[in-house]
Structures are given as structure tokens and as C-alpha cells.
């Protein structure tokens, strides 16, 4: 646990050499790469962390939005003494990684994006769009969210799969504030932004792993983290 701005901030470090920041998205906290942070640690620097509001940290006075998530993330660079480091985001994580790759872009040496979304709503599944339209999003989030939960965990991990015991509750813990599930309301379905990334940033690689899970880089860590590696390495040639 550090302390950040007078408020806890739980951080997670491992390895050594170029620095890799991993920001986890919802209702995820920093076990969410507890798999794959040890494999990338090999060669780099990495540093985990829950986002202010999430998990074990702290609130952080202001908004949450991609941007003011980027902005959090200059402000912990800075505590850091980080001036560059290379950006990993999933889910949710990836929009700030995005903000914060287009408002400092020099403070970032790569950055990888995994099953994000390119912009903050815009296309929903016809259960998303039926739950909106009569309000039973919130209901259910309000007052079922073991139930809400349950269906996330279902439909983001294959069957059969589990998570370790110490995830599945830093998620619940996450999940049960309620602030945290509002974000849910406003969540997307559908994965296909990769390839709308790849055509408006010239530099771009695209890569679909096939047999992919929405939490990819817990339940395929090796899988991830080759290619995490991989890419890196083309990238720092």
C-alpha cells in the first residue's frame, strides 16, 4: 500500500528494466493480472495498481471519466519519478490509456490496448438495449448485483473456467460499491473496435487471439504475455 495525494493506493511491483504500467478496467482490481504481471516481470519493471475508487484505494476527489483517469495516471507517473513508460490497459483501462497516450504522448514509450472499447458507449448488445429501455439496468445493479455478477462472470470466462479465490473477491469487493457499478450501466457489448483502432492509428498492430476470453490475460496468461513480449521487442528494436 502507498500513499498518493494523502489517500491509499494499493501497488503492486514486480521485476525490473523498462517500466510496463498494467491498469485493469471494471469491476476488475489488480489481481486481475496476478497471471500474467510475474511472465512480463521477467524483463520489465511492472507496476499494477487499483484504480483510485476500486479495490483497495482510495477516492480521489473529481470526475472518472477516460480522461480524468489519464490524468490520474500522469499524476502517479510523476510520484513514480517515471518521465516515459510503456502503457498496458484492458477492458475499461484502455480508454484512459488512450487519453492518456493523446494528451502525453511523450511520457508513453508504447502502448498496448486489449478488449477495449474505442469510444465510451456506442453500441450495446439487445439485452443491454432492452435492460436501458425499461430501466431494469439499474434495478438489477441497485439490488441484485450477486445476480449481475454471476452473468458477468459467465459471460466473460469460458466454461469451465474459474477464478482464483482472492480475484473473485477483490472483484465482488469492487462490484458491491455501488459507484463502481453505475459504470456497468454504461458498458458495451461486442469486441470488433480493434480493427477501427488499427485504421485511425497508422502504426498500429492488430492482433486477435483466437478462443480469447474477455479476461484473456488472467485465463490465457502465457498466451498474452508472449505476445505482450513479442511486440515489445519489434517495438524497442
Not at 498494467?22 to 521477467?42: C, E, I, K, M
Not at 480522461?67 to 500522469?74: N, Q, S
Not at 456497468?184 to 498492430?205: D, E, F, S, V
Request: aromatic residues 10%; charged residues 20%.
Amino acid at each position: 500500500m502507498e500513499m498518493h495525494r494523502g489517500r491509499r493506493l494499493r501497488v503492486a511491483q514486480l521485476g525490473n528494466g523498462p517500466p510496463l504500467i498494467l491498469l485493469h478496467g471494471y469491476p476488475d482490481t489488480l489481481q486481475v493480472w496476478s497471471r500474467l504481471a510475474p511472465l512480463l516481470s521477467a524483463a520489465h519493471r511492472v507496476i499494477a495498481f487499483d484504480w483510485p475508487g476500486m479495490g483497495q484505494s482510495e477516492a480521489w476527489p473529481g470526475g472518472a471519466t477516460p480522461f480524468d483517469m489519464a490524468e490520474r495516471l500522469r499524476t502517479l507517473l510523476n510520484d513514480w519519478q517515471l518521465d516515459k513508460a510503456i502503457v498496458l490497459g484492458m477492458d475499461m483501462g484502455g480508454q484512459p490509456a488512450l487519453a492518456f497516450a493523446a494528451n502525453h504522448r511523450q511520457r508513453v514509450q508504447s502502448l498496448i490496448v486489449m478488449n477495449s472499447l474505442v469510444q465510451w458507449d456506442e453500441k450495446t448488445s439487445w439485452e443491454i438495449n432492452l435492460l436501458r429501455r425499461f430501466g431494469w439496468n439499474r434495478f438489477a445493479l441497485r439490488y441484485l448485483p450477486g445476480m449481475v455478477f454471476g452473468r458477468a462472470l459467465r459471460t466473460f470466462l469460458a466454461p469451465g473456467e474459474g477464478l482464483d479465490p482472492p480475484l473473485r473477491s477483490d472483484m465482488w469487493q469492487s462490484f458491491r460499491n455501488s459507484q463502481v457499478r453505475e459504470f456497468i450501466i454504461r458498458m458495451c457489448a461486442g469486441y470488433h473496435h480493434g480493427k477501427r483502432l488499427q485504421a485511425t492509428l497508422p502504426n498500429a498492430i492488430l492482433q486477435i487471439v483466437p478462443g480469447a476470453e474477455h479476461w484473456m490475460a488472467f485465463s490465457m496468461a502465457e498466451e498474452v504475455s508472449g505476445r505482450v513480449i513479442d511486440f515489445l521487442n519489434h517495438r524497442l528494436e
